[in-house]
């Protein structure tokens, strides 16, 4: 179990092997946050009776709370269920800067996935951003300091979720280019492979903790708490500097073989010898071209907001082609995945360029690319797009790294009940665990030495 809590060993141990809901249950009430019974037997197509069952243990360990039933209707009155409030989730996103991390954004969350208190920033020092080690110990004390925050004070912590930008293999932080926390430092490159997050941590806050890639956790949450109905959907978030995917199939996030699943920033969609290179050093990218950071590359510098200035012909065709590659990038993932839709989280600062016509540019040369470069019936594929502040998008992907605890629930769940479709790479000990001697005792009495706080 990756989330070692009274809690889930009880919903774990007790749930019955097969033919059991308790996931599908637990998805519902998650993706609707308010639910009755019978609605939950409708969308999961069960007897009302199942559905009884995996509520009621649900509720005999406290995750789930009903309503008092609501009778405007004749008949017999549905009585909606709600997430306990007696929980919370920590989320925090490591924020990189020129290549290393740079701040933390924490915030903690109800089992709905809604922020529980404000947001909490805290700037990285020195020492941080060049050694792994101070950097899990800054993390720690964050985390530990959201923790005691009066607003959480009736709430027991389940666990904590943590989202980088690189890529994440069971709780390992990969130190690569595309990582950005490996780029030339001695001291990263002293980490070997990469920074274990996970298992660090844990001995530190002595809390479960759940680590991914940001993107990877931003289509968890869409997948939790989106209230989509789409089972096939992608998320691609556009940063700064960065571009990222997150897949959702058949209504579960895939990582794929080593967790690097999603890199739609490295999407070629230029061929030349002389394309524009990208961070990991190949040419011709997706994220050469589509971001405001290789927008202001083409153009100079380029204002917070685009209000006062008159855009010429230059500046509409730099949007322009920006745009253009990230649509191509978007046509191959439709070409190849055929999603339901695409959840497009773009940067707050291109939109205000729209009102000069160089934003509305970059949207209208990207759904250009997107029909041009997909097969007719690609076209399907609705595109949403949500235009974000940085300040927001961060915000949202640290409620996104909270929801990674309820996700990790949900997944040990599926795996008892025998209807998880992939092995989960996470809960499989690596090689190198199997062949070293482990530090102290097992794997998973490293994880959950201390348990957590007040475990009934
Ligand atoms: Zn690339």
Redesign the pocket.
């Known amino acids: 179990m990756i989330i070692e809590h009274q809690v889930v060993r009880n919903l774990v141990r007790t749930s019955p092997v097969a033919g059991s809901s308790l996931a599908g249950v637990l998805r519902q009430i998650a993706r609707c946050r308010r639910v009755a019974r019978r609605d939950i037997a409708r969308a999961l197509e069960l007897s009302p009776a199942t559905v009884s069952k995996a509520v009621a243990r649900l509720q005999d360990i406290g995750l789930v709370r009903s309503e008092p039933p609501r009778s405007e209707r004749p008949g017999r009155p549905a009585v909606p269920l709600l997430w306990s409030d007696d929980y919370a989730c920590l989320g925090v996103s490591v924020i990189d800067r020129n290549g290393l991390p740079s701040r933390l954004v924490g915030v903690a969350t109800g089992l709905d996935g809604r922020a529980v208190g404000p947001a909490v920033r805290h700037r990285l020092d020195d020492g941080a951003r060049r050694d792994g080690k101070q950097l899990l110990a800054q993390i720690s004390t964050f985390i530990d300091s959201l923790t005691s925050r009066a607003d959480l004070a009736q709430r027991e912590v389940l666990g904590v979720g943590v989202q980088v930008g690189g890529p994440v293999q069971d709780g390992v932080v990969r130190l690569s280019p ?1 990582s950005g926390w490996a780029t030339g430092e001695s001291l990263w490159r002293a980490q070997g492979r990469g920074l274990d997050v996970r298992q660090g941590l844990q001995r530190m806050i002595r809390r479960p903790v759940a680590v991914d890639n940001n993107v990877t956790a931003l289509a968890v949450y869409e997948s939790l708490y989106g209230g989509t109905s789409a089972s096939n959907f992608v998320v691609v978030a556009v940063f700064y500097d960065r571009v990222g995917a997150g897949i959702v199939l058949n209504g579960r996030v895939w990582r794929g073989h080593t967790s690097m699943a999603g ?1 739609a ?2 999407i ?1 969609v230029h061929s030349e010898r002389t394309a524009r ?12 071209y589509s971001t405001p950071a290789s927008i202001m590359s083409e153009l100079g510098e380029l204002p917070e907001t685009a209000i006062s200035r008159i855009m010429g012909e230059e500046e509409r065709e730099a949007f322009s082609a920006a745009g253009e590659a990230l649509g191509y990038g978007l046509a191959s993932i439709i070409n190849w995945l055929n999603p339901e839709k695409i959840i497009l989280y773009l940067p707050e600062l291109l939109r205000s360029y729209a009102w000069d016509k160089a934003g509305r540019s970059y949207i209208d040369a990207m759904r250009n690319a997107v029909r041009k470069g997909s097969l007719p019936d690609g076209a399907d594929t609705v595109i949403e797009e949500q235009f974000f502040s940085a300040d927001h998008m961060e915000e949202i992907c640290a409620r996104a790294a909270a929801g990674l605890v309820l996700e990790a629930i949900v997944q040990d769940v599926e795996l008892q009940e025998g209807h998880a479709e992939e092995p989960d790479r996470r809960r499989r000990p690596r090689r190198r665990d199997r062949d070293q001697p482990q530090e102290q005792g097992s794997q998973d009495s490293s994880r959950t030495s201390g348990g957590t706080t007040g475990v009934p």
């Open positions: 595309n890199e920033g490295h070629r290179e990208c961070h990991s050093g190949h040419r011709g990218c997706v994220e050469a």
